[in-house]
């Protein structure tokens, strides 16, 4: 797995009292992770959408109309190491403003942790079809043609191409196949591990997080919506690109 991003450590300590190096302490407390959404420096929310007012790093004018993510896998790492998963998954509407923040129905017990982290998309142990019924509800299925699961995101918009004509894009993330048909076979996995740090916790707690939505077009590739800007699902040397970007896409602002 390729580094996620710099590496952010981040000691809190909430309430009085001194951290400690070990879980020792029988209170367990809630967990939530805010999402929010910016263009580089620029904070987007729904408002924004349907409007040409951004510029990727190609140079490309373009719009979000819809941008729908799955965060899955929140994994807690004790200071010696072993792991604790709370299970579910959130899929964050930004469209709609839903689902903007994520509170695991699991608790966590206080303590210090060396990391914590989550999943863009789901692991390919957890990306069944036909497992999630809201889900399915939501149209998020891949087809089966496809690999099947389900998808990771959904990013659409129009742009100007070069042309100076107004196309449409759909970038949409899931898992990368190839061999369309009845048996895909699947060259790399691309669900993204998001790695936040270091931690100690005293009480409730708030990870406040960060999506750059330029970052999907920039870094390491620089994205030409002219040659990538549909039919990206069936193509997995695109799968793998959008990958390569979403290393860096993420970023902890701050804990509450």
């Known amino acids: 797995m390729n580094r996620i991003y710099h590496l952010l450590t981040v000691s809190l300590t909430i309430l009085c009292g001194c951290s400690s ?25 729904n408002s924004d959408f349907n409007d040409l007012k951004f510029t990727n790093a190609h140079g490309e004018l373009l719009s979000i109309e819809r ?8 994994v807690f790492t004790e200071t010696s190491g072993q792991t604790i998963l709370l299970e579910g998954y959130n899929l964050v509407d930004v469209t709609n403003q839903t689902n903007l923040s994520y509170t695991p129905k699991t608790k966590i017990l ?3 942790y060396r990391n914590v982290s989550f999943v863009f998309g789901f692991t390919n142990e957890k990306n069944t079809e036909g497992t ?6 939501a149209s998020w299925n891949v087809p089966m043609m496809l690999g099947g699961g389900y998808h990771y ?24 196949n190839d061999n369309a048909g009845d048996n895909p076979t699947f060259p790399k996995d ?6 936040l740090g270091e931690v100690t916790i005293n009480a409730d707690v708030e990870f406040d997080i960060s999506m750059n939505i330029a970052e999907w077009f920039k870094n390491p590739n620089n994205w030409d919506l002219n040659d990538y800007n549909q039919l990206l699902m069936p193509n997995s040397n695109a799968q793998i690109l959008i990958y390569e970007n979403g290393q860096n896409v993420f970023t902890l602002e701050g804990i509450n």
């Not at 691309?190 to 790695?195: G, K, S």
Request: hydrophobic share 30%; glycine share 4%; proline share 1%.
């Open 190 to 195: 691309t669900y993204i591990q998001v790695d």
């Open 132 to 137: 999630y019924s809201d889900l399915n509800a």
């Open 67 to 74: 941008l729908s993510y799955l965060i899955s896998n929140i």
């Open 110 to 112: 206080t303590g210090t």
């Open 21 to 45: 190096d070990t879980n020792n302490s029988e209170s367990p407390v809630h967990i939530t992770l805010n999402f929010s959404h910016h263009w580089d420096d620029t904070r987007v929310t």
């Open 153 to 176: 995101m959904q990013l659409d918009g129009k742009f100007k191409n070069n042309n100076n004509e107004t196309q449409g894009y759909n970038y949409h993330a899931i898992r990368a």
